[in-house]
């Protein structure tokens, strides 16, 4: 892959949609923040209606204090202000009102006319509202960026699974480290045991059982032979081969990937949040509401300019509560930590919100509902002569010495082998050796014919049936047993999905092994539906094709092969255990790579929704009790709403909004 290509896609991925650093903005609202709350100790000393409350007004006034005052709120105006009058103006460019546009009308609104009363209006002066605002404001966002992560990191993790050179067989048959840059369409290299296949091509020379399961989803090692097609980033078992290069930069299947995962993700970044939503109506609220506080007075009551002008202001400041700068994020923070703290690791808020609504969930089979690894299933001795202990012991004396993962998986059944000589292993066929007196080999159903072996079993059938990997042992030149494995399915699986059709969410799979497999997990675990043989690129298809009927998806997976899938769901949700690119792409991360913690964080999902409505609506309910008041409509009875008694009113909301907040807990 071409080192500009990946530049250009890695700088792409590193950006946010407005071109600024994630981490940047986030230290600039932190630094805003602490700032700002630092000059707004003295603004508070300076206030007088703060100092007539405490009873402190004869130790700390003093002339030209007004004007202190002034200078500091200014300071704090342009200075914490700067982001929403910026948010404001995006805003406006693409016709969405928002909480930017509703903190900066409210805090301009208070800056100009307390400016104009420091100067000679007639009235009362805000600047303790406009600073506090500015401050809780900040602090919100700065809470609500923080508890997400900045642009994916997918494209960087993808290209990392190439190797850094790859041995080149150059036309004196010598081989030459070099850059994988530098491979052309064509070119002949090796590719040693245990080494990455370094780019797309065919194999010409050799035999060999590769990895894909990370980029095909094939729970085991597929055997390859001349005329093979391989696939960069594919880990080579226990044979060299060399390879022809057929595919390179953009057209290979990793850039693929890459792409598919970029339109993905750029095509599920234009969620409007709640907060955002709520903030639009109030700013029509405000503005209306103020334009009518003020016409009111004027024309219909013919009072004065300054005290209608000071109505107006006390409403359109007051419709901005402080709370609802907080509703949101205070949430969001909790539920992060909360989640945190049980290994589930949120990186997307929009989409963990979205969570709350999903209708259907799909799962990878590899790695996810099952555990990845081979174990013993089955052991059906075919001669009365040896018992299924025997067989397993003769079986696992000689896989010891193997490194195949299915070898691993009988080894592991058995903790006591025997002596083993003159070993010998055959890709794509099986091991053979003396053990003890007898001549043992373990050998697939393939090799079984060509030596003209064969048996009659119906319980044998049966397994090749379900797609279990099954081999077959051999003692002094007869079949003496069969051993079965599979890919383990986690015994969180059956619970996780009976506990989803409870909810009333439906379970499918989607996988890139073979078909009798797939039958056979989704048997076991219970599921609704399952898509098998499916390569990556029709993965992130299939999700597609079920949203189009519409079902909100979450889609769980831990391979790259999930990646795009990932990405295109409504929310993606990656095992902790799996490959980073998994993890870069989704939205949401389990740790403990525990199928039941997809269901916690869903729970999660519906308690921290509820408890965002909870405190907008403390939002609502303050702005419908505050907003008639500060307009002045119970004047008649002696009752208006001044700005400092506004002040007390956002503090108490505020506060009842933190503690909502801190009851969010857990479901299991």
Not at 491 to 500: D, I, K, L, Q, Y
Not at 539 to 568: C, S
């Amino acid at each position: 892959m071409e080192h500009s290509h990946q530049d250009h896609e890695m700088g792409k991925m590193k950006k946010k949609p407005d071109g600024h650093d994630h981490h940047h903005m986030i230290a600039e609202y932190k630094r805003r923040f602490w700032i700002c709350l630092i000059l707004t100790i003295p603004v508070i000393v300076l206030t007088s209606h703060i100092q007539h409350f405490l009873g402190i007004s004869q130790y700390l006034a003093f002339t030209g204090d007004i004007y202190i005052l002034f200078i500091l709120s200014s300071i704090i105006f342009f200075y914490g202000g700067y982001p929403f009058f910026k948010g404001i103006y995006n805003e406006s460019k693409s016709r969405m009102p928002g909480m930017m546009t509703l903190v900066a009308v409210a805090i301009t609104t208070a800056y100009i006319y307390s400016s104009a009363v420091v100067f000679g209006l007639k009235g009362e002066i805000f600047f303790l509202e406009l600073v506090t605002l500015i401050d809780i404001m900040l602090l919100g966002h700065w809470l609500e960026m923080r508890s997400v992560m900045g642009a994916s990191r997918a494209l960087e993790e993808l290209v990392k699974l190439l190797p850094s050179s790859a041995h080149k067989i150059m036309h004196d048959g010598e081989t030459m480290e070099v850059p994988l840059k530098e491979l052309v369409v064509g070119d002949q290299v090796l590719v040693k045991p245990g080494e990455k296949v370094p780019a797309d091509g065919l194999i010409t020379h050799g035999e060999t059982n590769i990895d894909e399961s990370m980029l095909t989803g094939e729970s085991e090692p597929v055997y390859k032979k001349i005329a093979s097609e391989v696939i960069a980033g594919s880990i080579n078992g226990d044979g060299s081969i060399q390879v022809e290069i057929r595919k390179t930069g953009k057209d290979s299947f990793l850039s693929q990937v890459i792409n598919l995962v970029e339109e993905a993700q750029a095509s599920q970044s234009k969620t409007q949040n709640l907060a955002d939503r709520f903030a639009m109506y109030l700013t029509i609220i405000a503005l209306t509401g103020g334009f009518i506080t003020l016409v009111v007075w004027m024309i219909v009551t013919a009072q004065d300019l300054a005290f209608s002008l000071e109505r107006a202001v006390t409403v359109m400041v007051t419709t901005c509560p402080h709370a609802l700068g907080l509703a949101i994020p205070l949430v969001v923070a909790v539920s992060t930590a909360l989640s945190a703290s049980n290994g589930l690791l949120i990186r997307n808020r929009t989409s963990f919100e979205k969570a709350r609504n999903i209708n259907a969930i799909i799962f990878d089979k590899t790695g996810t509902l099952t555990k990845g690894e081979f174990g013993v299933t089955d052991i059906i001795p075919l001669d009365d002569k040896f018992d299924s202990g025997e067989i397993l012991k003769y079986a696992a004396s000689l896989e010891v010495y193997s490194e195949h993962p299915i070898a691993k998986g009988v080894v592991a059944e058995v903790t006591d082998h025997l002596p083993v000589d003159n070993f010998r292993s055959t890709p794509g066929k099986g091991v053979k050796g003396l053990v003890g007196e007898r001549k043992v080999e373990v050998a697939s159903s393939g090799y079984l014919k060509e030596l003209g072996l064969g048996f009659d079993d119906e319980r044998v059938d049966e397994l090749l049936s379900q797609g279990k990997s099954t081999v077959f042992v051999i003692i002094d030149g007869k079949v003496r047993g069969a051993i079965a494995l599979a890919d383990i399915v986690r015994p969180e699986s059956r619970e996780t999905v009976a506990r989803f059709k409870e909810m009333g969410i439906k379970c499918l799979m989607i996988t890139g092994d073979k078909k009798e497999v797939a039958e056979w997990v989704s048997q076991e675990v219970g599921l609704d539906q399952y898509f098998a043989e499916v390569l990556p690129q029709d993965k992130a298809r299939k999700v597609k094709e079920i949203q189009e009927k519409g079902l909100v998806v979450a889609m769980t997976g831990d391979g790259i092969n999930d990646a795009p899938a990932l990405a295109q769901a409504d929310v993606g949700i990656a095992i902790g255990a799996g490959t980073d690119v998994a993890i870069e792409t989704a939205d949401i991360i389990l740790v403990r790579s525990n199928p039941l913690d997809a269901l916690y964080i869903i729970k999660l999902a519906r308690s921290t929704y509820r408890k965002m409505v909870e405190n907008l609506a403390w939002g609502a309910g303050y702005n419908i009790f505050a907003i008639p008041l500060a307009a002045g409509v119970l004047s008649a009875y002696g009752i208006i709403l001044t700005p400092a008694m506004g002040a007390v009113l956002m503090s108490a909301s505020t506060i009842i909004v933190a503690i909502n907040s801190r009851f969010l807990r857990m479901e299991k």
